[in-house]
């Protein structure tokens, strides 16, 4: 009776559910081929109308060992599915027309990426840029008559052809050296060559574009992960409000992020309109009226996961007020409502990523849909349109009434895929931690689950540190491919997590290995005691980031806890690490200051100075593209396991980044991960 009334529950709220697959045996356990095999909805983008929306559906083409990505268009209502483009290149980023008879898109059809216009009621794609540059990113202006394009360019080139110019000339040059004055001189896995994505305005009929940051040297969007979001045009399109940070040398440890405005026909310099505030400023957004600018801004000069505020300016005399100062959650975007008196927002909330609705005259605060992910909010005639993801299935798009009730399931991508695996079923749990505050875990049971065995456990410690394992479907940290490989899954967010009031999240400064190694300890002992069936003999713990740090840092301070451990681009030795990030602002706020004023702040929770105590097998990875975590930090750790002799072996990625990407890649990763837990974990299995 309780399973048929959860999956009532789960249904009334159109939730994708796989509650029957775990006693169906025609299905298989899922894995990392299962993963992979998910077609990735994004980008959803609703039509002006309300009725029609489009999104970017991603593909994995295992040949390719990539990705693909077309367009697909549906109802509003869930009708009308259909794929508006198959080209073998890449299509992404959608846009309406202000009359919604045609779809923008960014294509890499033409040999490079570059804007196309494709009519939604039949016709061929025609493309609207012919630019001797890809075009990064773009956005339609209100009128039409516009389009934003991003484009890296030499801040110091007067026309775009100069920038191709020069770098025709760089990869003719026989020497290959390059010469730096400043950070950064590499940046999260590339190096810099002296370019700067800058912000140009078009005509959509043809014409050169105006480079409206003209000798800035600084990027709009921010590197690494900024997008257009960061970019608005104004009500009247005669204008743009972009986020730059016009840090000079100081930019390695700067998070002095300001909105700049700069009208579309580049006469005249960006003015600074957020100068007043030294921390980040971004996501500039105007309401329906044109008289109010909507932003997110932090507070703190130099804390990358300080707390976003919503602040509102009127328009354009410039008046400012804060609306959620007394709200303690970081709000992930601006989405008006069509009469300007509600704001919508996503925010990480106790494990969850929560939509909320905010008064725009108040401040007043209420929850909208609280489970699950909640991904990319729009609106959608008199509904919310969003996409959600959840332990269970991947991001589907879901629309509901702003109350949050009467909840529809708009796509189905993945069913049939859903359908053929079994799932572990997930738990949360909480428990008291460090200082006996309210710590949050989730649990997610081994497929087959059956109360009368013991099984072995996979302990996932998050990066970060400033993240979280929660109710999400991660393609890279999955802890169903756990469950699928007969492994309990158990991930705890420890203090400096977020989505549990700024002041959880600002725990860990000053004490990596501290507060966060005790509610490790604690969770993973109340795990043991709430759940009987997790075999407390048989635990492996695996961590990336930060938690790969939290390995090192196990290894010399928990030795004898853990079968085995897994420590994918984790720092060994914080005080070189430093040195080696280009992120400068990260440890000098985690670390209260630099290393060589502060030293005792990098050596007191210093993994390195107690690798004499280690004895726990280790398996290490890393990526060579990984400028975050240097992968000389990984090859320092298996250095030391090998000459300590403790059993250990290296998985080294020579194309990939700070993540691994790439879907082969990944599969190797995966079986090369549950491979080590099943040599040292899964001793008297579950069978």
Request: charged share 25%.
């Given at each position: ?29 899922f ?117 934003a ?28 050296g ?32 105006i ?21 608005a ?23 002095n ?82 009469d ?112 009368n ?16 394992f ?13 469950a ?63 938690g ?9 301070n ?12 984790g ?37 390195i ?15 060579a ?63």
């Amino acid at each position: 009776m309780r399973r048929i009334l959860k999956l009532l529950y789960l249904l009334s709220l159109g939730m994708s559910t796989n509650i029957w697959a775990a006693g169906d045996q025609d299905a298989h356990p899922f894995s990392v081929h299962d993963m992979l095999a998910m077609d990735r909805i994004s980008e959803p983008q609703v039509s002006p109308d309300g009725k029609r929306v489009v999104f970017t559906l991603r593909k994995t083409d295992l040949a390719a060992n990539r990705g693909r990505t077309d367009l697909w268009l549906v109802g509003t209502d869930g009708a009308g599915l259909r794929q508006l483009t198959s080209h073998p290149s890449g299509d992404s980023s959608p846009q309406w027309a202000p009359d919604g008879k045609s779809i923008y898109f960014l294509s890499t059809r033409s040999g490079s990426s570059q804007v196309w216009r494709l009519p939604v009621d039949g016709g061929e794609a025609e493309q609207k840029t012919t630019l001797p540059l890809d075009v990064g990113g773009f956005l339609l202006s209100p009128d039409g008559a516009r389009l934003a394009l991003v484009m890296e360019v030499f801040p110091n080139c007067e026309t775009i052809a100069c920038t191709k110019s020069k770098l025709d000339e760089m990869e003719s040059r026989k020497a290959s050296g390059r010469i730096y004055d400043k950070l950064f001189i590499r940046h999260w896995d590339t190096w810099k060559d002296g370019r700067r994505s800058h912000v140009f305005v078009m005509p959509t009929s043809g014409g050169e574009p105006i480079d409206l940051m003209k000798g800035m040297d600084a990027d709009s969007p921010s590197k690494p992960f900024g997008g257009i979001e960061e970019i608005a045009f104004t009500p009247d399109s005669k204008a743009i409000v972009f986020a730059a940070r016009l840090a000079g040398r100081e930019e390695a440890w700067s998070t002095n992020f300001d909105l700049y405005l700069a009208l579309v026909d580049g006469a005249t310099t960006p003015k600074n309109i957020t100068e007043s505030n030294k921390a980040w400023d971004t996501q500039p957004v105007f309401s329906p009226d044109g008289k109010t600018l909507a932003y997110l801004a932090m507070s703190r000069p130099g804390y990358e996961s300080d707390r976003f505020r919503i602040a509102l300016r009127s328009w354009p005399d410039g008046k400012e007020r804060v609306l959620t100062e007394a709200w303690d959650r970081s709000p992930g975007g601006i989405i008006w409502s069509a009469d300007g008196k509600t704001i919508y927002t996503t925010a990480g909330n106790l494990g969850q990523t929560s939509l909320f609705a905010i008064e725009t005259a108040t401040g007043k605060v209420r929850t909208v849909v609280k489970d699950g992910h909640v991904r990319t909010v729009a609106l959608a005639g008199a509904r919310l349109l969003f996409g959600m993801d959840h332990h269970r299935s991947p991001v589907e798009l879901y629309s509901a009434l702003p109350s949050g009730s009467d909840m529809r399931q708009i796509t189905r991508i993945n069913a049939d895929k859903l359908a053929k695996v079994r799932m572990g079923e997930p738990e949360q749990f909480t428990f008291k931690g460090w200082n006996d505050d309210t710590v949050y875990a989730y649990v997610v049971k081994p497929v087959d689950f059956d109360p009368n065995k013991k099984y072995p456990v996979a302990f996932l410690i998050h990066g970060g540190p400033q993240g979280s394992f929660g109710n999400d479907f991660h393609y890279r940290w999955n802890p169903q491919a756990y469950a699928g490989a007969g492994y309990a899954a158990a991930m705890v967010d420890f203090h400096g997590s977020t989505g549990y009031g700024q002041a959880f999240c600002d725990a860990i400064r000053g004490d990596w290995g501290g507060k966060p190694l005790e509610d490790l300890l604690k969770g993973l002992a109340a795990a043991l005691a709430k759940y009987p069936w997790m075999d407390g003999n048989r635990v492996g713990a695996l961590g990336a980031s930060y938690g790969g740090y939290m390995i090192n840092w196990i290894a010399g301070n928990w030795p004898d806890r853990f079968r085995c451990l897994v420590n994918h681009d984790g720092n060994l030795d914080e005080r070189l690490a430093y040195f080696d990030t280009e992120e400068l602002w990260f440890p000098e706020w985690d670390h209260q200051g630099n290393p060589w004023d502060n030293p005792e702040n990098y050596e007191k929770h210093n993994p390195i100075n107690h690798v004499k105590n280690w004895k726990t097998p280790m398996l290490v990875i890393h990526g060579a593209l990984d400028y975050r975590v240097v992968d000389t930090q990984g090859i320092s750790t298996f250095t030391a396991l090998q000459r300590r002799g403790i059993p250990s072996k290296f998985l080294y990625f020579p194309d990939e980044n700070h993540w691994v990407l790439k879907p082969h890649n990944s599969i190797l990763w995966h079986e090369t991960v549950i491979g080590w837990l099943d040599q040292w974990v899964k001793e008297e299995g579950t069978n």
